[in-house]
């Protein structure tokens, strides 16, 4: 069974920088896409950055160009590096294999494995 395990949250004033990190059982970071949901208090959880096998990236909207996703086939290591954060960033973050949909895109909120704890982050000052 894939196990999924987040870290890197924490407390960040406005304007700060966070990065995440996903270690992941086996080797689906490799041979998967992978991707980066979050989840805010009262909201849906939704898809903010993916990564293809081949490297491909996708953002949502909202985080284009504040947020970036990489990963380490190596270390089965997927990883969100996040600047000028705003409060709305506020969430738990979650990693996983994203669903592609019928559009050569993925589901906004479906993922192939069970979610693991999620890392929260606070923006706050």
């Known amino acids: 069974q894939v196990q999924l395990v987040e870290s890197g949250g924490g407390l960040v004033q406005p304007g700060g920088s966070l990065r995440l990190s996903c270690a992941a059982s086996?080797?689906?970071?490799?041979?998967?896409?992978m991707g980066w949901y979050r989840q805010a208090p009262g909201k849906q959880r939704e898809l903010v950055a993916t990564?293809?096998?081949?490297?491909?990236?996708t953002y949502a909207d909202s985080v284009k160009g504040r947020f970036t996703i990489s990963r380490d086939n190596a270390k089965n290591t997927v990883y969100l590096q996040m600047a000028s954060l705003k409060s709305e960033d506020t969430a738990v973050y979650y990693c996983?294999?994203?669903?592609?949909?019928?559009?050569?895109?993925?589901?906004?909120?479906?993922?192939?494995?069970?979610w693991g704890q999620g890392t929260q982050v606070t923006v706050a000052s």
């Open positions: 996983n294999s994203p669903v592609p949909n019928r559009i050569g895109s993925y589901h906004p909120n479906l993922a192939f494995y069970i």
């Open positions: 086996g080797s689906i970071v490799s041979n998967k896409a």
């Open positions: 990564i293809a096998t081949a490297g491909t990236t």
